[in-house]
């Protein structure tokens, strides 16, 4: 087997000289000169322009050969254009590498190396920015793309989708600080925020996304795949919490705790809670 880190600094190496020439990190991932010719904000406008073009065609009376072209292009744009709506905020995708590569199986569930802690970005990007970087991502059909761009394809779009997961689970649990940001919410709605985030998609789905970027992109492998798995596994363990809640169980059984949801409405609110703060780490 490879050394663990052998691909990661592979795909920096080549990163470093990128951004050093272009400022953009474009050319890293496969993407062709437009990222590199005209700033982030260009390649956004010319491509939804672009893409309305592509959409005539592809919905029009042209030949099978030019909408199965059509299709390749648009692909093509999207992808040029969702990793623009994340370079207009500088966002690192070396730094994130890199911390995802430090991360040890099993890591949110520690306070000195927790998935959450290492992946937020503080205020690098707006969410309404990442959305529409995901829109892209998640609406790509990878094999229109060429195949010597899809696994580097498959890189950012899971980077992406982490950044989501981590932006919507901080905006409700303060990881660092172990309590909810606003602590006058119960833990019932928390929870409910979680599963369902206000106009974005599920945190499962999501989770999802990620884990498969990161597997199909072939750039991680062993303890480092089995840090990124921990994104499912914290979606899964959140909709079996929900599922319970819902249901009205007594109780739910979670990563080999037992949280009791009988009894007052209080008392109920704090098991969830406790729930919560179990499945985010954090604590010694």
Do not use: W
Request: glycine letters at 10%; proline letters at 1%.
């Amino acid at each position: 087997m490879k050394n663990k880190k052998q691909t990661i600094l592979l795909i920096l190496l080549c990163m470093v000289i990128s951004f050093a020439l272009v400022g953009c990190g474009a050319a890293v991932f496969g993407e062709e000169d437009a990222l590199e010719e005209a700033s982030a904000a260009v390649v956004i406008s010319s491509g939804l322009t672009e893409i309305d073009e592509l959409d005539a065609i592809i919905s029009g009376g042209s030949s099978d050969s030019k909408k199965k072209s059509a299709k390749k292009r648009r692909a093509k744009v999207q992808s040029d254009m969702a990793s623009a709506y994340l370079e207009t905020h500088n966002v690192s995708t070396v730094d994130i590498i890199l911390d995802i590569g430090d991360l040890a199986p099993g890591g949110r569930n520690t306070q000195d190396d927790n998935l959450f802690e290492a992946l937020d970005l503080g205020e690098a990007i707006s969410t309404s920015s990442l959305v529409e970087s995901l829109d892209m991502y998640n609406s790509v059909s990878v094999n229109a793309l060429p195949e010597e761009d899809q696994d580097s394809f498959e890189l950012r779009k899971g980077i992406a989708n982490t950044m989501m997961v981590v932006e919507i689970v901080e905006s409700i649990y303060d990881i660092e600080g172990e309590s909810f940001v606003d602590d006058g919410t119960s833990s019932k709605d928390n929870l409910n925020k979680l599963i369902n985030p206000n106009g974005l998609s599920s945190l499962t789905e999501y989770a999802g996304n990620a884990v498969s970027g990161f597997e199909n992109s072939g750039s991680f492998e062993g303890d480092d795949l089995d840090a990124i798995s921990d994104l499912n596994a914290i979606a899964v363990e959140l909709e079996t919490l929900n599922g319970a809640v819902q249901a009205g169980d007594d109780d739910v059984f979670i990563d080999g705790n037992t949280y009791t949801l009988s009894g007052g409405s209080d008392e109920i609110d704090r098991e969830i809670g406790r729930a919560l703060e179990d499945i985010f780490g954090g604590g010694e």
